[in-house]
């Protein structure tokens, strides 16, 4: 028996409300960027850069994005349900928001389920299932004062490839990854000439070979829930 499972995951920009509701499994978001409020129960939270909210089965919540002209909200979301009664008990004493004391780890583990479940190989869902269990008990170690490991090292990004802003092009895809986009607004974010773009990409990927644009479908599991990146909820 899993002593988790996930409903869906998703790492997205929020550009709607939605009005106070419940459903009867858990909902973990963790913000990257962006204002707004959460509200849970009664309480109102004015969101923060690296906020992480632990919503319960059947807890009243919503959440209301910033002003038009603000910065976009993005969140990292999975929705999840927990068999062992344990593990549920120790959940609903975590508290409904709270900052980790290592951010990182959160956004990493995340992309490694996302990234597991879009290649849907054999035995995903029980990778990612393990992710998120792992994840889910470092967050009550760290919560309840239960002893932790030390933090992980993340290695430094480069910040300029051949004169290319890397950093400005990262971000760019990281926020429209979800979207369909053409290759001149990607070469504009990084102030790169398209004349130069392939070489660049070649050098870094060691091939020759031209990028071509695709779209990649995930169908369903034939037997297992799926978790899986869309722009709503």
Request: hydrophobic content about 45%; charged content about 20%; glycine content about 6%.
């Amino acid at each position: 028996m899993n002593e988790c499972s996930i409903l869906w995951c998703g790492k997205y920009h929020q550009n709607w409300e939605n009005e106070l509701h419940c459903h009867n499994y858990f909902q973990m978001v963790g913000i990257l960027s962006g204002s707004g409020t959460v509200y849970v129960d009664d309480q109102p939270y004015e969101i923060e850069k690296e906020q992480v909210f632990l919503l319960c089965p059947q807890q009243l919540h919503a959440i209301h994005c910033g002003e038009k002209n603000a910065a976009p909200l993005k969140m990292l979301d999975v929705k999840f349900t927990v068999a062992d009664p344990a593990l549920f008990e120790d959940l609903v004493r975590v508290g409904d928001m709270f900052h980790l004391q290592d951010f990182g780890w959160f956004v990493r583990f995340f992309d490694k389920i996302i990234a597991e479940s879009a290649q849907q190989r054999p035995y995903y869902y029980s990778i990612i299932s393990g992710y998120l269990l792992e994840m889910l008990v470092r967050i009550v170690r760290e919560r309840l004062g239960q002893p932790a490991a030390a933090p992980e090292e993340e290695a430094p990004r480069v910040a300029t490839f051949k004169g290319v802003d890397v950093a400005a092009l990262m971000q760019y895809i990281d926020f429209n990854y979800s979207r369909i986009i053409s290759l001149e607004p990607v070469l504009v974010a990084a102030t790169i000439v398209s004349m130069g773009v392939i070489p660049m990409v070649s050098a870094i990927r060691g091939s020759s070979r031209p990028l071509l644009p695709c779209t990649v479908m995930v169908p369903p599991p034939k037997s297992q829930p799926q978790a899986m990146v869309t722009p709503a909820l």
